[in-house]
């Protein structure tokens, strides 16, 4: 089974103020710690999935980038999981996390991908406390004409997506502190 590791980190972080995927926690940017956590699990290519702006701003020599084609118009992650998928023919799965999860493990990863190995699932996605994490699972390839519908109808919201899609979710403690994202910079400034 070959699978992808990719890490979103094309958004605009509107909420934060500037791009929060660089801010540092532990000695690494953000988008580092889920970088990390697929390449532990030794997923291969490691890919950062990003826009024009952004792409020199990336420092590592062991990820392949893919800069999303209309980063002029921000598009959403729905677009940005087409369009990784979309670059690479080898891949069976993709295993999608946001920039914005400092807290994430080398543990959730591995048990995320226990759950895909033998599944006929179209998506393996974990639920937190009730919530479906659309942006911290894994998407099998043969989800593209599904991703194709959405876009083609100017949808860019991953849960109408799943609605279409064979989904396993996996459920997760409501206090599991992998799914912690970072939102606004007051947030990360006092809280952690």
């Known amino acids: 089974m070959k699978m992808a590791g990719v890490v979103l980190a094309g958004g605009r972080s509107s909420r934060f103020g500037k791009p929060k995927m660089f801010e540092i926690h532990n000695g690494k940017a953000f988008y580092e710690h889920s970088l990390d956590a697929l390449k532990f699990n030794q997923l291969s290519p490691l890919v950062i999935s990003t826009n024009e702006e952004l792409v020199q701003q990336f420092q590592r020599e062991d990820v392949r980038l893919i800069v999303e084609k209309e980063s002029a118009s921000y598009q959403g992650p729905l677009y940005a999981i087409h369009n990784v998928m979309s670059s690479m023919d080898s891949a069976e799965w993709f295993f999608i996390l946001s920039c914005d999860i400092p807290f994430v493990t080398n543990e959730f990863v ?55 899609l064979h989904v396993l979710t996996i459920p997760f403690s409501e206090d599991d502190a992998a799914f912690i994202n970072i939102n606004h910079a007051k947030d990360w400034n006092t809280d952690y």
């Open 110 to 164: 591995s048990e995320m991908i226990s759950f895909a190995q033998d599944s006929e699932a179209d998506a393996v996605v974990p639920v937190q406390g009730g919530r479906i994490q659309p942006l911290m699972a894994l998407y099998h390839k043969r989800t593209m004409p599904s991703f194709e519908k959405m876009l083609a109808a100017d949808e860019h919201k991953l849960a109408h997506l799943l609605n279409e």
